[in-house]
């Protein structure tokens, strides 16, 4: 265990951030998710739709320092990209 208080209180910082980080991980995913199973479905308006609600959650992840700007720009291209391909 920690001896010093700011090592203490490093300590709970890292456990709150880290919770924060998960969640919003574990959201991220769930909408990248939801925008591959409508275009495995060739569904292109639920496509479509997905991603519009997509991008402003891979942006904002990356504003908060979850993942990476270029990450995020990656994500948003291939998913694009995956659904320009339904035409």
Known sequence: MAHHKSA???IKQNAKRNARNRHVSSTLKTY???VREAVEA???DAAV???KLAIPVIDATATKGVI???NA???VSRLTKLVNTLG
Do not use: E, P, Q, V
């Open 8 to 10: 203490i209180k490093r």
């Open 32 to 34: 990248i998710k939801r």
């Open 42 to 44: 060739k569904d292109k």
């Open 49 to 51: 739709a997905a991603l």
């Open 68 to 70: 990476h700007s270029s």
């Open 73 to 75: 720009s990656r994500n």
